[in-house]
């Protein structure tokens, strides 16, 4: 993760915001579907495709996770938890390097089919009252003393969201994991192909328990 005011290789960096990385930018004839990232994507994906062929415009899908997926299960997903309810910090890591694993087996799938369509994950960024952990009292005692000073307003946690999903430095990157509009190094665990494909086979199992 980028020093949060100093620019990376994008030009962009922490403190920058929606309007700033989208500057110059017509998104005329494009469209957004903001949706909660596996059943209804893969419903959309034969659309997609024929979309971004016909139109001969770049499809992107970016799934939003955060820099929480570090902290979860040392076997990174507990396919037996998967609706584990009595631990929220490793719920919400495992949904969120979840979110990294199916974007990256979306961008190897894109790739092998040579279809206009990419795939990438990002971290927004620390936005106060929008992290689940503002409902544990402890967390957010903790919150407030360490990492409040170093959060984000919700323009600056809306720009590597839009950088990823607009601006033409992005154009052909796939399987990437972002922060503060610069690529950056997720753990181990999210880079597993092995781990991604078996999440993705479960998922399809969840869609068709037949």
């Known amino acids: 993760m980028w020093v949060f005011g100093r620019k990376g290789p994008s030009g962009f960096s922490g403190s920058s915001t929606a309007e700033e990385v989208t500057k110059g930018i017509d998104g005329t004839g494009l469209t957004a579907i903001v949706t909660g990232h596996f059943l209804l994507t ?19 899908i970016i799934n939003v996770s955060s820099e929480g997926h570090r902290l979860g299960y040392p ?40 279809v206009e369509i990419t795939a990438n994950s990002l971290h927004p960024g620390v936005i106060p009252n929008t992290d689940p952990m503002r409902y544990h009292s402890i967390v957010k005692c903790l919150f407030n003393i360490f990492v409040r000073p170093f959060s984000k307003d919700i323009p600056q946690g809306a720009a590597t969201t839009c950088y990823v999903t607009l601006h033409p430095q992005v154009k052909g990157v796939s399987g990437e994991y972002f922060s503060d ?25 969840l869609m068709d328990p037949k």
């Open 42 to 60: 893969n419903l959309l994906l034969e659309t997609m495709k024929s979309t971004a062929h016909e139109s001969e415009k770049e499809g992107r």
């Open 75 to 114: 076997e990174g997903i507990c396919f037996d938890k998967i609706n584990d309810k009595s631990s929220i910090l490793s719920a919400y890591s495992q949904s969120k390097l979840a979110n990294i694993l199916h974007a990256n087996e979306l961008a190897k799938r894109f790739k092998e089919e040579g």
């Open 181 to 205: 509009c610069n690529v950056a190094k997720p753990s181990a665990l999210a880079k597993d192909e092995e781990l991604a494909k078996k999440l993705w086979d479960f998922s399809l199992s």
